[in-house]
């Protein structure tokens, strides 16, 4: 678990605007919603959803809890089937053989291989089991700050969708620019001349 491991990679997040209702319940419906399938579907390449941080395999927000203390604590799964190259490769050169053979010709046109390429590409992606990858969020709602234990892109843009979609409240990833906009006590005119800031440059 990335919350409890002896090295972070965080991403800082402050979530903006406000849950209506039941805190607790809006956020336990939203984690639910939209929560990791159980079923592993054989025809998606990625799939993400949320999943509780005591059980990320076995998605079950009635069973396990997501509020620990102040905070909500829970996991974004993200699972992604990948082929390896040579396993198409392996595969290709039998399709291709086998397609000589039944044609009696010594060899296949660029338009053929490529036709085999795509159908042993599919045959593999429905074969091939998605690797699942879990990272951590802690979010302190009273606060409005957040941490995802990652600073992968992909990870990144996943989660900011995902929670958009599951709580209605926007995520916005804090660097310097971001933390004078939204956590600072600058005035206006000092928030917009960090803004004109840029990288000195120096010279030798």
Do not use: C
């Not at 039998?94 to 390429?117: A, Q, V, W």
């Amino acid at each position: 678990m990335g919350l409890i491991s002896s090295t972070h990679s965080v991403s800082r997040y402050h979530i903006d605007g406000k849950i209506e209702g039941s805190i607790t319940e809006e956020v336990r419906n939203g984690l639910i919603k939209h929560s990791i399938p159980k079923i592993e579907s054989e025809y998606d390449e990625i799939s993400a959803g949320w999943a509780p941080v005591e059980s990320p395999y076995n998605p079950d927000f009635d069973k396990f809890s997501f509020l620990f203390g102040t905070y909500f604590l829970f996991s974004l799964r993200i699972d992604k089937k990948s082929i390896p190259a040579k396993l198409i490769q392996k595969y290709m050169a039998l399709e291709i053989e086998k397609k000589k053979g039944k044609s009696g010709r010594d060899f296949i046109s660029k338009n053929e291989k490529s036709e085999i390429k795509e159908i042993v590409i599919d045959i593999l992606m429905h074969k091939v089991p998605a690797i699942p990858n879990i990272y951590d969020v802690l979010w302190d709602y009273e606060e409005k700050n957040l941490y995802l234990y990652t600073t992968q892109k992909a990870a990144n843009e996943f989660f900011e969708t995902l929670f958009l979609k599951s709580f209605n409240l926007k995520p916005v990833r804090l660097f310097p620019y971001t933390i004078v906009e939204t956590q600072s006590t600058f005035s206006n005119p000092q928030k917009d001349r960090v803004l004109t800031l840029a990288p000195l440059k120096y010279s030798r």
